[in-house]
């Protein structure tokens, strides 16, 4: 007889104390008398990761976010049983494990500074509903600390004080506090007493992050299923916190070529093949660069996957080279949902490899897309990954497409209340069986991944080119993104300024929005604002939904033409220093966009900054955000910077008016540097590069600038055949000395340098050029001292009077 017909709710539950200890190599493992075992793995010196389980015993160790060339390896660990605690010391790091409640405390090991303590710790509520946990942890929030991070929130850069929600959807004109939205990124950045660390939790459920928002001291995320797993990263420096995040989760696998660097133009939809022409023949024609022309989803037969609607595009082979000869690549799009259609070959070879998700009783998942009816491919299975890359054959071998946009890969589903699969759906999750739960978050990661795949395949030689909408953690390896469908006002202006900032201190610095906005119309103006702050973000595309008007830079007035075109030449003159700054991105994880706090953190001031911010590693930006503008203020941080149109050196740490009229905008660059720039061109490749110049930024003291440079496409850069140029100056009252050193097996095309020198506080006496004196005629002065030298010199020195 069945007496109580309730299930007991226990509520939260706690590890006991620890009963043993064994070490195993460069993991630790600390079980208690409730069968609580917290696995800890010294990664790096200064990179932890703790993993709980609640069982006695730990599932299978997969994870699609960590990369299998993260760095590892450590200087030291040593272990000490104390009287009430485990001490656990590397080069970087100590932390402390209670005996009684298995609480984690973490200090610097050169000082004993305290960097992050539990609060309550790890914790865990059974899930009677799913089965399993759902798991939690909590931490201290310590006095003055900030937080940075979880990718495309649309909301001010310090979370401080806010909870958020990782479940990637599909956000139609979301707002500036819509959460969640297309991405999830669950790691983030705290800051506190000039000391940063990351914690990342890997875990791919539904997740949540609260910065002491429900109490002022306390932080804490937890998931709704799956492990309590996560990695503490240590700094002290915020720009290494993000760059071993970055190594973590993985670097870039390949430079983008440098045309997918330039000015794209998108719409949806361009169609038919005369309407393509007459966009892009307007482009040669007003004398706007752009190197990409996109592909909405009416190229397709009835928006089937890899078809062509033959009455639009009758011949896409020939149109695709057409533009090619014009200098336009062609992106197109493929989404996930494959219509249901026998006659359909790609519907067919899925359903006869059983390749498409299924629900937990066996029917197939069925969702309405653009096609209608669709089954989904199941990209968690490799099977399945190797089936899609080999889809592509076709569009990029054969009719030479050079990109492909991967869009509604959360997946979104259309007219059901919760935008995306039913929680039942299963997924192979490579060889680690599950629900949709677990499988939602990295869906549209894996599609990206295996599309990247057939890319990389069909272009070679030449490198792939990818864009997804949806993301999660270590999708930066395959893939560029956009922040998805935003809209056409000044607030949406502010929103992707501040995404495109966080999602490069969440380690996926290949990221734009759609400017202009993808729903309604913008004013000329704000397009122009628009386009004056994408310039400076590494992904440059405009993108509308062409339901309201033209979203072309000649679609409203001369006056936005004229300035837009300026701008966009100003891109491309600075591709040479994009490309150099993604170098150092690819090679060390570097940010290629820099908000104040990861430039300056000492700087309590940064820390709330949200408008400004650092393009590579030399120039500052900030856009201007209101209507009817004729400047700002804005902070410059610490240093000396020259404004970018004036010359004027303006001394740092403090906020300040700018004038900036709708044909300028908030523009310095750092004393001492020296940017490199290209001479304007209409799409990369369209000139044979004679000269590149060199605007050298005088500074009384030190500075180092660098250029990287190879074939701009195809895979000879790994195997050595690059150009890596270090370019050291040094100035004084009445000298400058600019020395230059180069590795690397690539000679560029070009022969010299012309090089501009900003703000030289003396008159040219004399000059060397690698310990020989050559005549003063060389020097052409108009307020910029500018000369040509040979790109192999070694050392210019100038002297004063």
């Known amino acids: 007889m069945i007496v109580n017909t309730e299930l007991e709710s226990k509520g939260n539950l706690f590890p006991s104390n620890i009963i043993d200890f064994k070490k195993d190599v460069d993991t630790l493992y600390f079980t208690t008398e409730n069968e609580v075992i917290l696995q800890l793995t010294v990664v790096r010196d200064s990179v932890l990761r703790f993993r709980y389980t609640t069982t006695g015993k730990f599932e299978n160790d997969f994870s699609y976010a960590i990369t299998k060339y993260a760095s590892r390896g450590y200087n030291k660990l040593e272990i000490e049983d104390l009287k009430t605690h485990y001490k656990i010391s590397t080069s970087k790091l100590i932390c402390h494990i209670d005996k009684d409640t298995l609480k984690v405390q973490l200090f610097d090991a050169a000082d004993g500074l305290a960097i992050s303590q539990d609060e309550i710790g790890f914790h865990w509520e059974e899930s009677y509903e799913h089965g399993g946990n759902i798991v939690k942890m909590s931490k201290v929030s310590n006095d003055g600390e900030s937080y940075f991070g979880l990718g495309d929130k649309p909301n001010h850069l310090n979370l401080k004080g806010k909870r958020y929600e990782n479940w990637v959807t599909d956000s139609y004109a979301y707002g500036k506090d819509t959460d969640p939205i297309y991405k999830a990124i669950p790691f983030y950045t705290g800051l506190h007493h000039n000391r940063a660390y990351g914690i990342f939790f890997d875990n791919s459920f539904r997740s949540f992050f609260d910065f002491a928002h429900e109490r002022r001291n306390v932080t804490s995320f937890w998931a709704q299923g799956g492990e309590m797993n996560y990695y503490f ?12 995040y970055t190594d973590l989760t993985g670097k870039p696998h390949l430079l983008p070529p440098l045309w997918a660097l330039g000015f794209h133009q998108c719409k949806w939809s361009y169609y038919p093949e005369s309407k393509v022409k007459e966009i892009t023949s307007t482009f040669r024609k007003l004398q706007i660069p752009c190197d990409a022309i996109y592909l909405d989803i009416d190229y397709m037969d009835g928006f089937r996957c890899f078809t062509w609607n033959k009455d639009y595009f009758p011949d896409p082979k ?26 359909y070959s790609v519907f067919k070879e899925a359903l006869d490899n059983d390749y498409f998700c299924k629900r937990a009783d066996g029917p197939y998942m069925k969702g309405k897309v653009w096609p209608g009816e669709c089954y989904f491919p199941d990209y968690t299975k490799p099977e399945v990954r190797d089936w899609w890359s080999g889809l592509f054959k076709e569009l990029i071998e054969d009719i030479g497409v050079k990109g492909v946009w991967n869009d509604m890969n959360e997946p979104a589903v259309m007219e059901v209340p919760n935008k995306t699969f039913p929680d039942d759906v299963r997924h192979d999750y490579d060889g680690n069986p599950c629900s949709h739960r677990k499988a939602h978050n990295i869906y549209g990661m894996q599609m990206a991944r295996a599309t990247y795949q057939g890319l990389k395949k069909f272009s070679y030689p030449k490198r792939p080119f990818v864009i997804t909408r949806s993301a999660y953690s270590g999708t930066q390896r395959y893939t560029s993104t956009w922040t998805g469908d935003n809209v056409a006002t000044w607030e949406h202006l502010w929103i992707a300024n501040v995404q495109a900032q966080r999602m490069a201190m969440s380690g996926f610095s290949f990221a734009g929005s759609d400017i202009g906005g993808f729903a309604e119309q913008p004013q000329g103006e704000l397009f122009t604002r628009w386009i004056q702050l994408g310039i400076f973000h590494p992904f440059f595309r405009v993108h509308s939904s062409g339901d309201h008007g ?10 936005v033409t004229d300035v837009v075109r300026k701008f966009i030449e100003i891109r491309y003159e600075l591709l040479p220093y994009l490309y150099t700054a993604f170098w150092h991105y690819v090679e060390q994880g570097t940010p290629l966009l820099k ?8 700087d309590v001031q940064t820390h709330y900054r949200t408008d400004e911010f650092i393009f590579g590693n030399q120039i500052l930006a900030c856009p201007v955000l209101e209507p009817n503008a004729k400047g700002r203020r804005m902070y410059i941080p610490k240093g000396n910077w020259f404004n970018f149109w004036t010359d004027e050196v303006i001394k740092g740490g403090k906020e300040m008016w700018v004038d900036a009229d709708i044909d300028s905008m908030p523009i310095f660059v750092k004393e001492g540097a020296i940017i490199p720039k290209y001479p304007k061109q209409q799409y990369v490749g369209e000139k044979q590069i004679e000269s590149v110049i060199l605007e050298a930024y005088f500074k009384t003291g030190k500075e180092s600038s660098q250029l990287f440079d190879d074939a701009h496409d195809g895979y000879d850069y790994t195997k050595g055949r690059y150009s890596y140029r270090t370019f050291k100056l040094l100035g004084k009252s009445n000298e400058l000395i600019i020395q230059q050193h180069k590795e690397g097996k690539f000679n560029a095309s ?7 020198i900003h703000g030289l506080p003396f008159e040219i006496k004399e000059i060397q050029l690698d310990n020989v004196i050559i005549p003063l005629d060389h020097v052409k002065s108009n307020g910029i001292s500018t000369m040509t030298i040979d790109k192999e010199f070694t050392e210019l020195h100038l002297i004063g009077k």
């Open 233 to 244: 990263i240590y700094g002290p420096q915020m720009t290494e916190v993000v760059e071993s």
């Open 318 to 343: 020939r149109m695709v080279k057409e533009l090619a000869d014009d200098g336009f690549k062609t992106v197109a799009i493929i989404d996930p949902g494959i219509k249901i259609d026998k006659d």
């Open 550 to 559: 033209d979203q072309e830079p000649w679609a409203f007035d001369t006056d």
């Open 595 to 602: 908000s104040l706090v990861l430039y300056d953190q000492e």
């Open 750 to 756: 070009y022969k010299t340098f012309e090089l501009r």
